[in-house]
């Protein structure tokens, strides 16, 4: 795989961080960096993946049936007296 050299600014605190990371997975702060870039890529594209995915199925908005050929009320959509 061809590699194409990348150079980045850290705050200092930052670049600490990236390089006790680095050594406590056994690597390098630039093979660090690389793998954790490839893992959002990664991520991202499972996402794209699974919401093209979802709304590949829906087709139509589904119909509402009203009981009785009537819309309910405001009053039967929020009664909760099963809960109080």
């Excluded at 990664?42 to 819309?71: H, I, Q, T």
Aim: hydrophobic share 35%.
């Amino acid at each position: 795989m061809a590699m194409e050299n990348v150079t980045v600014a850290l705050p200092d605190d930052l670049a600490r961080w990236v390089e006790v990371r680095a050594a406590e997975n056994g690597r390098s702060a630039p093979e660090w960096i690389a793998e954790q870039l490839e893992r959002m890529r990664r991520s991202e594209d499972e996402y794209d993946v699974a919401m093209n995915r979802f709304f590949g199925r829906v087709r139509e908005p589904r119909k509402l049936e009203w009981v009785d050929g009537r819309k309910p009320t405001r009053e039967e959509l929020h009664d909760r007296t099963d809960r109080r």
